[in-house]
């Protein structure tokens, strides 16, 4: 059935039910003397490249490949558009190797056909710290699919990972592998609902008309509570003892510093945005949300061509209510002319989905480890990991 994945150290369906098999690495770590030095074969039109996504030339090739080829939803009406700063954002993190960025080329036309990338992180699983390598954007030109080339790549990436000696990963994917360590559900809440309803992204509800529809999602004109303002520079200390504190609960999360909340979580326009609540008599901050700015292509629509979505990122509430903190992100991102924004069912998200008018949407998200076994299947509020 999977005839690449059943050669890898990952879960395996077979073994899903045993409580006796030890949680933690698969197999041990190799010396590095053992690691393979020389690339995986391509078949010989292909190459490898080593992407560098600090150029603004490497990140157009790189973005007119996804935007072209990356994930549709089941009836490919909408494509992930990630823009050119969000791959920088995301692919140059603090300590990223550009040896983990990796494109496949056409050797006589130097068209580039097919990515795959990885960045390091620090993963708490349990008790355990582990250093890990997140896999994403894993893409294959539409005209050369189902060849077999998608396990070379992996492979490859794996090998480089290798050589940092690193020996886990983690990765999410719309599709059921070998063996997922748990499943979310997205939801989505309307911000836009007429031009989500006039793309096929949603639907007229039953007896309901479009000015009932447009009142139904009808949010204030600005956040409500006292002291909600913008993440700045100098907030970095606060918000990741903030972050750090609230990570603790899940069994599987980033163990992020002070270096990785900058670049993860200081505001990026139509990257990355994050507000935070400052007391207004102690200055203390006490409450941290955020979202991430990744519009999708909107395929075959006369009227319209971009669906400008939110993705609820890192929250933290100690001090507002989570219900009211989500509100007020719903609230910016209406202003910001967003026309959805989408969260996970992970951490403490179940709180306020329903109560804010989210919408179960129709498709999953299933997260994996790399060389690295769980006893059981995790329920999606034991997550407090977003991947990109
Ligand atoms: S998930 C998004 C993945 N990308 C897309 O869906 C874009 C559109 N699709 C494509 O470009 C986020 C192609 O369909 C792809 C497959 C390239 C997906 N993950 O080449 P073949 C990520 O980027 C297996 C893993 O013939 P193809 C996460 C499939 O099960 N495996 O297929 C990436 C089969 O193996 P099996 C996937 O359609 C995580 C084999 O590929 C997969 O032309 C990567 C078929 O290959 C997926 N999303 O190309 C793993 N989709 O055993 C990282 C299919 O079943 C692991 N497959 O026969 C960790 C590595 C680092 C370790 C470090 C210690
Ligand atoms: C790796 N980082 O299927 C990510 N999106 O529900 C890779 N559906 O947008 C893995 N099909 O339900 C990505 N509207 C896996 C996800 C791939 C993309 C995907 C789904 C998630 C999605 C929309 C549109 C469906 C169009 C037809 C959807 C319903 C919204 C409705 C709003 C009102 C309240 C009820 C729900």
């Known amino acids: 059935r999977h005839k690449f994945w059943e050669t890898q150290p990952v879960g395996q369906f077979k073994d899903l039910g045993d409580s006796s098999l030890p949680e933690g690495p698969i197999e041990p770590a190799s010396p590095l003397s053992e690691v393979k030095q020389e690339p995986y074969n391509l078949p010989s039109p292909y190459e490898w490249i080593t992407c560098d996504m600090e150029s603004t030339e490497m990140c157009t090739e790189v973005y007119n490949l996804l935007s072209n080829n990356y994930v549709e939803d089941d009836e490919n009406m909408f494509r992930f558009n990630y823009s050119k700063e969000f791959l920088h954002w995301a692919l140059c993190p603090p300590g990223h190797y550009k040896s983990w960025h990796i494109g496949v080329r056409v050797k006589s036309s130097k068209k580039l056909v097919a990515f795959i990338t990885g960045v390091p992180a620090r993963l708490r699983v349990r008790d355990s710290i582990v250093q890990m390598a997140e896999i994403n954007f894993l893409c294959v030109h539409k005209k050369l699919r189902t060849k077999r080339l998608a396990p070379v790549m992996i492979k490859e990436v794996t090998r480089r990972v290798h050589l940092e000696d690193i020996w886990q990963a983690a990765y999410t994917a719309g599709v059921v592998l070998p063996t997922p360590i748990s499943t979310c559900q997205y939801w989505h809440r309307s911000l836009n609902p007429k031009k989500l309803i006039d793309v096929g992204f949603s639907r007229l509800g039953a007896r309901m008309t479009m000015s009932r ?78 979202f991430y700015t990744l519009p999708s292509s909107i395929l075959g629509n006369a009227n319209h061509s971009i669906l400008k979505a939110a993705y609820s990122y890192y929250n933290v509430s100690t001090k507002t209510p989570l219900l009211q903190l989500i509100n007020d ?37 299933h997260y994996y480890l790399y060389n690295y076994r769980l006893k059981h299947v995790l329920r999606p509020s034991e997550l407090g990991l977003v991947l990109l």
């Not at 993440?231 to 606060?238: F, I, S, Y």
């Not at 306020?352 to 998200?365: A, I, M, S, V, Y």
Request: proline share 6%; with cysteine.
């Open 329 to 365: 992100a719903l609230i910016v991102a209406k202003q910001k002319d967003y026309d959805v924004f989408n969260a996970l069912d992970v951490m403490q998200n179940e709180s306020f989905l329903k109560e804010l008018k989210f919408g179960p949407g129709d498709g999953k998200l």
């Open 213 to 290: 529809t447009i009142k139904l999602y009808k949010l204030p004109e600005s956040t409500v509570t006292p002291g909600f303002r913008k993440m700045e520079l100098r907030d970095v200390p606060a918000v990741t003892r903030l972050l750090r504190n609230y990570l603790m609960q899940f069994l599987v999360a980033p163990d992020l510093d002070e270096t990785d909340v900058e670049h993860w979580l200081l505001p990026k326009e139509d990257v990355v945005d994050s507000f935070l609540v400052e007391c207004p008599e102690t200055h203390k901050i006490t409450d941290f949300c955020s």
